[in-house]
Every structure is written in C-alpha cells, then in structure tokens.
C-alpha cells in the first residue's frame, strides 16, 4: 500500500529560494510557474498510478494537490512582468493616456514609440504582442469607440464627430465605420435611438 502525500509546505510553489539580495529576474519567474506546473503534472501522474492500483483515496488526496498547485497565486514578479515580448505596464499607461488624449488629433507612431522610449520597429512589435492589434488600427478602433458615444450622448452631426474623432472628413468617417462596425453611421445612429418619451 503506497503512503498518503505528503502535507503541503509554504515552499512547495516555489523554487529554492537565493539570497533576498538578488533581485528576481523575468526568467525566475518562468521558472516558478514552470515548476509549479511540474509538480501539478507529477501529482496528477501520482494520482493515475494510485487510481490504476485500486487505491481510490490516495489518488483523491493526489488530486487535491495538484488543484493547490493550479489555483496557487503567482508571485509579485510573475503578475508585474508584461507579457513576453509586449509593453511594461508603465508603457502601456503611459501610451493608452496620450491616444485618449489625442483622438482628435494626429496620432504618429514616431509619438508613440519616443513615450514608451522603444524604437519604433520594436514598438510597433510590443504594442501588437499587449494590443493584439497594430498601433493604427488600435487607435482607428478607439477612435470609431469615441464616435459611437459621441452619437449616442449629442446630437452634433455626424460630419462634427468625425472631425471630433480625428477623421479626414464625413466620407473618410462613413467609410471606416461601415468596415468597422458592418453598417453606415446614419443607420446605427437612428436604430440606437431613444424614443422621445
């Protein structure tokens, strides 16, 4: 008969630990949700091998680790690191400020990648692995976002809230909304509006 699991430690999620001197680096991070992942696979390894000797409980108790080992927190370094290859979280703040700021105005990519102090190729490369879209389409999309309010909340025409949201002219505004949005700006409007009342 195998002998239960052992009781989980506070130490049990994460790698040995260094000195507290030494600041943890990105890579030490990987390497803690790594092993953590690890020791869930081998407690569910255990787990099977325990069901496969009959052994009903223990392979529960198996289990119930490996489910500790899923649902444990990741530490302050894996929560503050940005997704491998995408903007800091200081980066992102501090771009998604200035395109809110400006939506009314030009937005050049240049702008963007001098405020988040990055070359603009691997700007461009960041900003879509934390958007999951290019610079100029996140900020068509927040643009037509804007629009989208601004015809719900005011009546201004639809000729000044193109102007207010950056865009070229109306045609220019109409035509990227209907590829956006599958429908002219009039026609979403008036289905959108409130009955008088």
């Given amino acids: 008969m195998s002998r239960p699991p052992e009781p989980l430690r506070g130490n049990d999620f994460m790698p040995d630990t260094e000195p507290s001197s030494r600041r943890e680096t ?6 803690a949700t790594l092993e953590r992942l690890g020791a869930a696979v081998m407690e569910l390894y255990k787990a099977v091998s325990s069901a496969l000797e009959g052994e009903r409980e223990l392979s529960r108790q198996y289990i119930e680790r490996a489910d500790l080992f ?6 302050e370094n894996e929560q503050a690191r940005p997704p491998r290859g995408g903007l800091a979280p200081w980066q992102i703040k501090r771009v998604k400020t200035h395109i809110e700021a400006n939506l009314d105005a030009s937005i050049r990519v240049k702008e963007l990648a001098e ?4 070359s603009i190729f691997h ?25 989208q309010g601004l015809m719900l909340t005011t009546s201004a025409s639809l ?3 193109a ?12 035509k990227l909304f209907r590829r956006f949005v599958g429908e002219s700006p009039g026609t979403w409007r008036r289905a959108r509006a409130t009955a008088p009342g």
């Fill in 70 to 75: 899923l649902r444990s927190e990741p530490s």
């Fill in 163 to 174: 102007a207010d949201c950056g865009m070229a002219d109306q045609a220019h505004f109409n």
């Fill in 115 to 118: 405020l988040a102090k990055l």
């Fill in 26 to 31: 990105p890579v030490d991070g990987e390497r």
């Fill in 159 to 161: 000729g000044q809230i």
């Fill in 123 to 147: 700007f461009c490369r960041a900003f879509r692995d934390s958007f999951g879209d290019s610079p100029h389409g996140y900020v068509m999309r927040r643009r037509l976002e804007r629009a």
